[in-house]
């Protein structure tokens, strides 16, 4: 017998709405079905993983990410590759 589904209800800001409804327009998707799977894979995921996601790193890890983080800025660097103010990167001139 398949498992029972709970039904919760999400409040979020409109300019979030808009953006998942256009996704949903684009993928011709409902809302319904997007929210459940993102909220589905998110369920699945590793605590810490979870908690990389929604802000908070644990502290467990905190220095490890910093060298990673600090380890792929050094990276781009090389390649020649820098952050703009908007944190996308682009090439050097």
């Not at 644990?58 to 703009?84: C, N, Y």
């Amino acid at each position: 017998m398949p498992e029972e589904r709970k039904v919760t209800k999400v409040e979020v800001f409109p300019s979030a709405m808009e953006r998942i409804d256009d996704y949903c327009r684009r993928r011709d998707r409902t809302k319904y079905i997007v929210l459940s799977d993102l909220i589905e894979w998110f369920a699945g995921l590793d605590e810490g993983v979870q908690d990389m996601i929604v802000g908070r790193t644990p502290a467990s890890i905190e220095l490890d990410v910093a060298e990673m983080v600090v380890g792929q800025i050094k990276a781009r660097r090389a390649r020649g590759v820098h952050a703009t103010p908007a944190s996308e990167p682009t090439e050097k001139s």
